[in-house]
């Protein structure tokens, strides 16, 4: 059987069958790194537990951005509303006089 490493990503061959080693420990033969075996449709369901959960957070990130991206411009269009006020004041006032 052919395994692929986790750490240096290296092919190596084992003599065991599958089924004998899940669940077992498993050591690459060019980097020593040992991990526990896992079938390839769990080691995938993880793999796609571990993605969504990272979608998640980056959404929840990415909804932060947005959320103080908009009162950025909530308070940017305030003080241009204040802006355009205190110059129409500056008019009426020099008319005025």
Sequence with gaps: MILHCKNCKKKFSIIEEES????K???CKHC???WIYESK?????NRLAELSEDLDKTEIILNIKKNEHKDKIINLEDNLKI???????KKKLEENV
């Design 41 to 45: 449709s769990k080691y995938l369901e």
């Design 32 to 34: 020593d790194e040992e």
């Design 25 to 27: 420990i498993v050591k």
């Design 20 to 23: 004998y080693i899940i669940g």
């Design 83 to 89: 802006k355009k006020e205190d110059l129409n004041n």
